[in-house]
């Protein structure tokens, strides 16, 4: 299995806060069935949520290196969650921002309250570029909630949705959980993320097995196994 949404860079983001964190949850996710993991840290242009890639890199290899004297035998790979912004064919030729394991998939992040108005436009110039972007956790974002046929109007055009495990049992606040249903009743959801920040917050680890007992329940096996199957593409 594999996890493209996490924020397990140390030091970095809000994310995990030492090496050690980092190896902790990684050890955890291992645990409960994950072999690889994409490590997303936040970009956002213009804020401290801004780092280069090089010393993301440097610290993935801290990480791999520290793994592989733990002997924890799990993948780990470089992304971002990228704030959209009109600049990002930019910024990845400038170095900051990283596509999901080195394909040409980015995971985007919209705001959570206002809704961008020219958003078709960016995704249309993002895959013009020859970029496939997925949006991240559209179930939390409240004018999706609030209109479900926003969602309905970006699938239409072949947008692809990555959504959050722990959705799925309302850690997000029911409607996050509601529209998350409504899109597996739809078969939207294309990718599944732990969204994981910090040790102190995993309930999407501990609560695993229900979790995926409610996935098999309300998207159905074969489905369910699809989407898992797309996000073990993302490494391959």
């Known amino acids: 299995m594999t996890d493209i949404h996490s924020h397990l860079i140390y ?131 409240s004018y999706f909630q609030e209109n479900y046929k926003l969602v309905d109007e970006l699938k239409e055009e072949g947008i692809l949705f990555q959504s959050n495990y722990a959705s799925i049992i309302g850690y997000y606040g029911k409607e996050a959980e509601k529209l998350l249903k409504y899109m597996l009743k739809h078969k939207y959801v294309d990718y599944l993320g732990t969204d994981i920040h910090r040790i102190d917050k995993i309930c999407v680890i501990d609560n695993f097995k229900k979790i995926e007992k409610l996935f098999n329940k309300i998207a159905g096996k074969d489905y369910y196994k699809q989407i898992k199957d797309n996000c073990d593409f993302l490494v391959k």
């Open 11 to 141: 030091g970095v983001d809000d994310g995990s806060r030492s090496i050690e964190e980092s190896i902790e949850i990684l050890q955890k996710l291992k645990q409960i069935g994950f072999d690889n993991v994409i490590i997303t840290p936040h970009f956002i242009e213009n804020s401290e949520y801004s780092s280069r890639n090089s010393e993301k890199e440097e610290k993935l290899l801290d990480i791999k290196n520290l793994l592989k004297s733990n002997d924890i035998d799990i993948n780990i790979y470089i992304g971002n969650e990228i704030f959209i912004n009109e600049d990002i064919q930019n910024l990845i030729e400038k170095g900051f921002i990283e596509t999901l394991a080195g394909t040409n998939y980015l995971l985007i992040e919209l705001p959570f309250h206002n809704k961008i108005l020219n958003l078709e436009d960016v995704l249309y110039e993002l895959k013009h570029e020859g970029y496939i972007p997925i949006i991240a956790h559209p179930e939390r974002y």
